[in-house]
């Protein structure tokens, strides 16, 4: 069984940076692809960055294209988020997610974290 367990969300201003951080354990052929999501107050959850656990391949939303980065360190099972030039749209819970698939394509979850909250001040 795959658990996920995110940190680092916070409050910062707009333009400001933020890293999450998600500590990941179970079965690595469960944990193929990991990812962040975000879901704003009112919308549905959508994905935000991905990285071939094997290939470390990643994949981004449009909207943070130039201003997040995603990468892992397997020595640690753990995967990071770097928001830079954070704005108040990207207010919004961000989870951490894995899946048994591969990335690429359609955005997928299989299990997923608690969640944490950033929000960005104008």
């Known amino acids: 069984q795959v658990q996920l367990v995110e940190s680092g969300g916070g409050s910062v201003q707009a333009g400001g940076s933020l890293r999450l951080s998600c500590a990941a354990s179970?079965?690595?052929?469960?944990?193929?692809?990991m990812a962040w999501f975000h879901q704003a107050p009112g919308k549905d959850r959508e994905g935000v960055a991905s990285i071939s656990r094997g290939s470390g391949r990643t994949f981004y939303a449009d909207s943070v294209k130039g201003r997040f980065t995603i990468s892992q360190d397997k020595t640690k099972n753990t995967l990071y988020l770097q928001m830079n030039n954070l704005k108040p749209e990207d207010t919004a819970v961000y989870y951490c997610?894995?899946?048994?698939?591969?990335?690429?394509?359609?955005?997928?979850?299989?299990?997923w974290g608690q969640g944490t909250q950033v929000t960005v001040s104008s």
């Open positions: 997610a894995a899946d048994w698939r591969e990335c690429g394509g359609v955005w997928g979850a299989s299990s």
């Open positions: 179970g079965p690595p052929n469960s944990r193929i692809c």
